[in-house]
């Protein structure tokens, strides 16, 4: 974790990233910028709900359409719309000066056939649960890759 003194200022961004789960597997992608295997995501932008941000993002990395799980109940109150909460929420050091605040989602797609936007990643993989495990991975998208399996399977 990062540790701040008073003449070093962290900057934090907010972002969206997404454990789409399809027949039991579930989607990463090369990252170009950082050459490692995540789920897709990527920065919320200005006025856009995190959810929304987490649905445009598959779409741009992969070209599907998915829909959010919902841990919650929906609450029904009028004149209000409930937010999707997220599944998890890590505070992610990117460099000394710089943190993500990355809100985790779990999503269901409808098929498995992905198609990245333009300038997006073109390795994208499926994986098994088994396949998982073996893959060579950072624990946090191991495990949240692992549960969304568990869980939307």
């Known amino acids: 974790m990062i540790q701040s003194n008073k003449n070093t200022e962290v900057t934090r961004h ?3 990233t997404t454990f789409v789960v399809f027949k039991s597997r579930t989607l990463l ?12 995501g990527g920065h919320i932008d200005r006025d856009e709900l995190p959810e929304e941000a987490a649905i445009r993002e ?3 990395e992969a070209g599907l359409d998915v829909k959010l799980y919902n841990p919650d109940n929906n609450l029904g109150i009028k004149d209000s719309k409930q937010i999707l909460r997220p ?3 890590l505070l992610e050091d990117i460099n000394e000066f710089h ?3 990355d809100l985790i989602y779990y999503a269901y797609a409808d098929k498995d ?4 936007a333009e300038g997006e990643t073109d390795e994208l993989k499926w994986l ?3 396949e998982i495990k073996k893959f060579d991975l950072q624990d946090d998208v191991r495990i949240g890759a692992l549960e969304a399996i568990k869980l939307l399977s």
Request: charge should be neutral; glycine fraction near 0%; avoid cysteine.
């Open 29 to 40: 992608h090369l990252h170009k910028k950082l050459n490692m295997w995540l789920p897709p």
């Open 128 to 130: 098994s649960a088994e």
């Open 113 to 116: 056939e992905v198609n990245s």
């Open 87 to 89: 599944q998890h929420i």
């Open 99 to 101: 943190q993500h605040v």
């Open 14 to 16: 907010f972002t969206a």
């Open 58 to 60: 598959v779409k741009e």
